[in-house]
């Protein structure tokens, strides 16, 4: 049974940083993708960043600069560390996992496993 945990949301001023992050429970393989998605009221949900089990990380043109995705694996964790915080990046924050997977897809089709999310807002 795979569950991904998140934490680390919560109200912030412009400006400001929060860390994120989520524990990945029950995946049977090791090569495993984690990525961030997040999806503001009345909008669609977009990716935020992706890491891939060969280590190499993406993230989107909106975010670049800001944010910063990272694992450890000895934890079964994946953070984003997000800097410099808009009112626009204010929405629901969602962690997601593919197995059997080295280089990490874009598409949030393309992963398995959802946590619940949680909240990030800044004001």
């Known amino acids: 049974h795979v569950q991904l945990v998140e934490s680390g949301g919560g109200s912030v001023q412009a400006g400001g940083s929060l860390r994120l992050s989520c524990v990945v429970s029950?995946?049977?393989?090791?090569?495993?993708?984690v990525a961030w998605f997040r999806q503001a009221p009345g909008k669609e949900r977009e990716g935020v960043a992706v890491?891939?089990?060969?280590?190499?990380?993406t993230v989107a043109d909106s975010v670049k600069g800001r944010f910063t995705i990272s694992v450890d694996n000895a934890k079964n964790s994946v953070y984003l560390q997000m800097n410099s915080l808009k009112p626009e990046d204010t929405a629901m924050y969602y962690c997601?996992?593919?197995?059997?997977?080295?280089?990490?897809?874009?598409?949030?089709?393309?992963?398995?496993?959802w946590g619940s999310g949680t909240q990030v807002t800044v004001s």
């Open positions: 997601a996992a593919r197995e059997r997977c080295v280089v990490a897809p874009r598409q949030e089709d393309e992963y398995t496993y």
């Open positions: 029950g995946i049977t393989y090791k090569n495993y993708c």
């Open positions: 890491i891939g089990r060969d280590g190499k990380a």
